[in-house]
């Protein structure tokens, strides 16, 4: 809880590396210091603050513009239902309110284990499925009452592990090139990537 | 009817592994930059003025001419928009994921052409998959030497980042969008004199383009900008990729021939949507995003072109077609919209943010049967004071669009449903049941 791990502090320099200006790397840090504790700590906010030179009122002012971040504590997946047009009239609110009664909350809710929190979003462009939703954005479509129930026992048995990571993972390949830590005003080197034609494969 | 075109920015979706860099090679990838390193930047800017290429991101603004208006300094930065929010559109989304090279190659093309100094992909940040593809498609890229110093051995270098957004629909507006990649609160910001090709991203001149639009750059360096403009009609020239849901039974992305290819075709074609489920009657349909007006079937045979759709009242804006079907509550369909759009405004103006609320409780009340008779007129008042005059395309009281936008369902709903609409308050209740 709290602030950034060597790891992620290393990471952070990376991503500050990459801009003409600092503060650009402020939302991509953000992502990882909800990826490190599943939410935006305090500690974390001022963290980040701290290594672009803001103030922290600056951090939060910002992270609480985007419905992505959360400044409290949320459970370990996020179900993110749509009930936007292409979801409504194919049974999104129907949907929602059976994922309140089997999750047992409303919209803003998280379960008393901690495991999941219910939200209502909106379109969130996975309509040639609808009524679709998202957990951790993982997208899952054409949901039904069924299928949503198949999804939360899949999610609580850990056989979806693999396709949906906790809460705050977003973007799990990470930038390889051009990354030099902990010089901020210096553009991004390619280095050692000037690689021949013959040499590229496909990852 | 569907046309005989190939389509150009869907051509490898759906082959194996087509997001990485091998399959990308082995379907002609990077040609279209191999062949743009070779020529003048001005004559790769030539190519896309002659393609009539629209930009494919809402607004409908021709590329070359964007390009054209760029402001002479240094440093030149190039903005692709990947910020897809504009609801039941679904097409960014999918190019990002299944051919993240394509709009990588797009990217540097663009560069080139107008001499950008660095180049920043903002993927919206929902869109995980999406960003692990353009991610490792980037990795790649500069392994190949597609990116980063001496590209391909032809002296031009430039750095690409691919950047998450963090979920906010404002900040697909572009100059929302810079302030966004500037680290800050989705803002829009005033034009005058915040045009991004003139002050842009750290106040320097910008260039921002959607990811359908730069998809589009290779086929067309590659093919000539005239083989482009000969697909489509007049300036809705090339094929277009829409986005189709709602009712009808093959709800996809399908790209086709502008202009040519109807809206009919698009919802009823056995190659295309495919009618509507349960061989039902459409009531209307959302012919461009839902910040567009709605049409009746009585549009239904209209082309999918720019200026005839713009002239029709409505607009083909992000390319999202939304069928209705005759079981549709059009009360409940104007108030989910009218919803978002409360929901999504930044706040810095005054009739949008308070008067999308002020619409979003009173369609609310009106679903919920407890609307007043006074109500139809009190929602076009307040329409009016967000959009005077009410007429398409809309007066602006505010910095950027979206305020504008909010009226378009409640006004096409009361001009098209008004008996619906006064059904729900003379019963007291949704006559749909809900």
């Known amino acids: ?203 | 009817m569907i046309t005989d075109a190939a389509p150009i920015v869907t051509a490898r979706i759906g082959s194996p592994q087509s997001w990485t860099l091998r399959s990308y090679l082995d379907q002609g990838g990077y040609d279209g930059l191999r062949k743009a390193l070779t020529m003048d930047p001005g004559e790769v800017s030539e190519e896309v003025l002659t393609a009539n290429l629209l930009g494919r991101g809402g607004a409908g603004f021709e590329a070359g001419k964007k390009w054209g208006m760029l402001r002479k300094a240094d440093p030149v930065y190039l903005v692709i928009n990947g910020d897809e929010s504009e609801p039941c559109t679904f097409k960014d989304h999918m190019l990002m994921e299944e051919d993240p090279h394509q709009i990588i190659e797009g990217t540097l093309i663009c560069a080139y052409a107008v001499g950008a100094s660095q180049a920043f992909i903002y993927v919206r940040g929902e869109f995980a998959l999406g960003l692990e593809r353009m991610t490792a498609a980037l990795n790649e890229a500069y392994a190949f030497g597609a990116v980063g110093r001496n590209i391909l051995g032809s002296g031009f270098s430039i750095d690409v980042v691919v950047h998450p957004g963090a979920g906010a629909y404002i900040c697909g507006e572009e100059t929302a969008l810079i302030e966004s990649l500037e680290g800050k609160r989705g803002y829009p910001r005033d034009k005058p004199p915040w045009f991004p090709a003139a002050m842009g991203l750290y106040k320097a001149p910008t260039i921002v383009n959607n990811v359908e639009t730069v998809s589009n750059l290779p086929w067309i360096v590659t093919n000539g900008g005239a083989a482009f403009a000969g697909l489509g009609v007049g300036r809705s020239a090339g094929t277009r990729l829409f986005s189709v849901s709602g009712h009808v039974k093959r709800p996809a992305n399908y790209e086709v021939e502008m202009a040519k290819v109807t809206f009919r075709d698009l919802m009823y074609d056995p190659k295309l949507g495919g009618g509507i489920r349960e061989d039902r009657e459409l009531k209307a349909f959302v012919p461009g995003g839902v910040s567009a007006p709605w049409f009746g079937p009585d549009q239904l045979d209209m082309g999918l072109d720019q200026d005839a759709v713009g002239k029709a009242g409505s607009m083909l804006g992000s390319g999202s077609v939304v069928a209705m079907d005759d079981q549709t509550c059009m009360v409940r369909a104007a108030w989910r919209i009218t919803r978002f759009f409360h929901r999504e405004s930044c706040g810095q103006c005054t009739p949008c943010r308070e008067g999308g609320g002020w619409l979003d409780k009173v369609m609310r009340r009106i679903e919920l049967g407890q609307g007043r008779e006074s109500d139809l007129d009190l929602l076009l008042d307040v329409c009016d004071n967000i959009a005077p005059g009410l007429g398409w395309p809309p007066q602006k009281t505010t910095i950027c669009v979206l305020g504008p936008s909010i009226p378009s369902s409640i006004v096409s709903g009361i001009k098209m449903f008004r008996d619906e609409f006064l059904v729900h308050i003379k019963e007291g209740a949704c006559p749909f049941g809900r």
Do not use: K
Not at chain 1, 49 to 63: Q, R
Not at chain 1, 159 to 171: E, F, I, M, S
């Open chain 1, 1 to 203: 809880m709290a602030r950034l791990t060597a790891e992620n502090l290393q990471r952070a320099r990376q991503l500050i590396g990459l801009y003409p200006q600092s503060r650009s790397a402020l939302i991509p840090m953000l992502h990882i210091a909800q990826e490190q504790d599943g939410w935006l700590t305090p500690d974390g906010m001022a963290h980040v603050a701290e290594l672009l030179d803001i103030d922290p009122a600056e951090v939060y002012g910002t992270a609480s513009f985007y419905d992505m971040f959360f400044t409290h504590p949320v459970g370990r997946y996020l179900v993110s239902v749509c009930t936007n047009l292409a979801c409504l009239i194919n049974g999104a609110d129907e949907l929602l309110e059976h994922a309140e009664a089997r999750l047992g909350v409303a919209p803003g809710g998280t379960t008393a284990d901690g495991e999941f929190t219910l939200e209502e979003v909106e379109c969130i462009a996975f309509c040639g499925a609808a009524p679709c939703l998202a957990v951790n954005w993982r997208f899952f479509g054409n949901i039904g009452n069924d299928d949503f129930d198949r999804l939360v026992e899949d999610l609580v048995a850990g056989r979806l592990a693999d396709d949906v990571p906790p809460h705050g993972t977003l973007n799990r390949v990470g930038r390889r090139v051009g990354l030099t830590a902990g010089a901020a005003s210096s553009p991004p080197a390619t280095h050692e990537d000037d690689a021949t034609p013959e040499q590229a494969r496909p990852s």
